[in-house]
């Protein structure tokens, strides 16, 4: 149920943009972004929510294709503060009324100068 | 606005002693959750909680592990006997009804 992300590690140089993907082989209800500095916990970067819908803030946004079970997340003339690692978070129906989130491996993003 | 808090945040204990990791929920939150990070597996989910009910606690690794909620607010994670494969970073959550998860800033377990 775990989601996959790829790629796996990038790295930039400052400025430059990079994608990572999250696919599922479940229906999603919802996608969640994180990213973790090391040795710090994950922090919130926004949730979809199924229907389709793209989100962003500053230069990092992500679109949420339901139908494919895929979320991708951009990141635009990255900034040294946006490295990191990166997780994707899909939550699934697990009956009743309640729903499950579970991560991906993460892919680790760094910018050089 | 305090968060979700840990503790401890680092333990270092031997093979066979029984490990108790605690979370406070930020306050009004009320769903829990428990995962462990490691290199290898990334962050697995071992239980979570949904109004002091537990859901889907299909991630927890064994019987030497269990999880409790005794209020609103508390939880409890405990390892016993540990092993040394249990050494990773536990991490507690919260959220309100499946929204934004918060994260503490976990418990560094190693077991020698």
């Known amino acids: 149920q775990q989601p996959v992300q790829s790629p796996q590690a990038v790295i930039l140089r400052e400025g430059e943009d990079a994608v990572i993907n999250c696919s599922s082989s479940k229906a999603l209800y919802s996608v969640h972004w994180y990213r973790q500095k090391h040795g710090e916990a994950p922090v919130f970067l926004m949730i979809?929510?199924?229907?389709?819908e793209q989100k962003g803030h500053d230069k990092i946004s992500a679109s949420f294709n339901e139908k494919k079970q895929q979320s991708s997340l951009y990141l635009t003339a990255s900034q040294l503060s946006y490295s990191g690692t990166y997780f994707c978070?899909?939550?699934?129906?697990?009956?009743?009324?309640?729903?499950?989130?579970?991560f991906g491996k993460g892919t680790l993003l760094t910018v050089n100068p | 606005d305090a968060g979700v808090i840990q503790s401890p945040r680092h333990e270092v204990t031997e093979m066979g002693q029984e490990v108790t990791l605690r979370c406070k929920l930020i306050?009004?939150?009320?769903?829990l959750f428990w995962y462990r990070q490691t290199m290898m597996r990334g962050l697995e989910l071992l239980i979570y909680f949904n109004n002091n009910v537990p859901i889907d606690d299909s991630g927890m690794p064994e019987d030497r592990f269990s999880a409790k909620m005794p209020n609103a607010s508390f939880s409890t994670l405990k390892i016993q006997p540990s092993e040394p494969r249990d050494s990773a970073v536990y991490f507690c959550?919260?959220?309100?009804?499946?929204?934004?998860?918060?994260f503490g800033e976990g418990s560094w377990l190693t077991v020698v």
């Open positions: 959550a919260s959220s309100l009804s499946y929204d934004t998860i918060y």
């Open positions: 306050s009004g939150h009320n769903s």
């Open positions: 978070g899909t939550e699934i129906y697990s009956g009743g009324s309640n729903y499950k989130l579970t």
């Open positions: 979809l929510l199924k229907g389709g």
